[in-house]
DNA sequence: CAGTGGTCTAGACCACTCC
DNA sequence: GAGTGGTCTAGACCACTGT
């Protein structure tokens, strides 16, 4: 049986972001010492640096010996299941997510697939291109590589159903990791008519690998956004560094 | 004075990143467990536990209750510095960085600026404009906008210089926190003029904004990399998400 | 100098995975 | 049931910040 309770540190962490999003401590303003935090919530000292640690994760503090933690930013984070999922994603903004399947294939995996989903020689993948739409208006093709085991869910879904993210994980498949890689390409004739623009147009392309908990491939993705509709943001600390430059290769 | 010594930690941490570059536990390998590693190492398990956590964020390992670490990849994860300085980071790859100011501007800070730089009504802005090349060849153009205090050092500095940030640092200008927005924008006269492309060719855009150890903002900056020499590559996962997607505003 | 966060220890109990 | 990582405690010492 799965842990209902929730971790101490997340309750509090949770108690802290609400502070900082209400406005407690203001923008540039001071947190209470650790040690005050402890006797307020009544735990030791080392599940307050937990707490804390989320929160500098997410760039809404700093930390540095000597002084309190300065309260960086109130924005609202994203939860790491609105980063993986475009339903839920679009949900949490109040937009209405929809979009539809226009083609599914099965067939052997090519070398590149095999790589990225770590497959052997002859194993099949499943193929599936989407466009998504906010509002009714297309803002993104998806073209989503899964391994065979879970294709066979996907194929099965009701074409209409507007997220594959939360069937699969009624299926038991979860999301645990994900790595992005952020570029710039170009509209083919496919993305062209799906998302109304002409072949040759500049597209945000964020493709990804999905990791199960046991570290094992589930996705491989390419997402293609109409310019103007979506930015990406990271926070990046010399505490924990998720961002990477690369040369396009 | 400043710590010389690097806590235990992160000397485990560079190790076992070793051990796992130099795939001695493999791809969809196992790390010993914790107790081991404490014994191994001859340090308490929360030490083991805390240099685990810096892999977990970097996305080389997995974790979950019960089972032992799982290696993710063995991909080489850049440095907190490298993602902040264009300089460093090209050279970590091997290329040869270099580039020009092409304008430097004072004046009062717009309403935006103010905001971005927390500064106060009337406050001065030091504006930079500047073209970054690898091994040559212009692949950037970078604005970027400095509270009056920092401008100034920037504004001495030797014009020829390649490195901007490595100077500040040597002024007691340490970045610690960066927030990044990664989208498409289109080139503009001067862009095409700097970059060699066209009027409205569409440009990969990434605006930072850098804070310094006590959360005081010291640089806001938009960088725009022509198509195909650059990607951002952001590590995502249950237990750290650093990344969020945007709508356009 | 007092107060703060950073590092480290030694132990405990628990939820979970896998055999 | 044995082994593993997740959570939590209670303490210690130190480096650093500010007054």
New interface residues.
Partial sequence: MADGRQAMYRKVAAELRQGISDGAYG??GRLPAESALAQTYGVSRGTIRQALA?LR???LV?S?RG?RR????TAR????????SFTR?ARS?G?EPGGRVVDVVRRAAEPVEREKL?LAEGDEVCLVLRVRT?SAVPVMVERSVYPRHIGEIVAGLDPAAVSHTVPLEEHGVR??????????TYADADDAALLDCRVGD???RERRRS?D????PVEWSEDRYL????????????A?????????S
Same sequence: chains 1, 2.
Avoid: C, Y
Wanted: charged content about 15%; cysteine-free; overall charge negative.
């Fill in positions: 923008s540039g989320l994760a997410d760039g700093t540095r002084t300065v309260v960086l930013g984070v994203q939860t790491f299941s609105e980063t993986v994603w903004l937009e770590r906010l999301f645990t990791d994900v790595h992005h890689t952020i570029d710039l500049a597209l945000l990791t908990p046991t570290g094992t310019p103007g509709t979506v930015a990406f943001t990271v926070h990046n600390s010399s924990a560094a998720a961002l990477s430059r690369r040369t396009a």
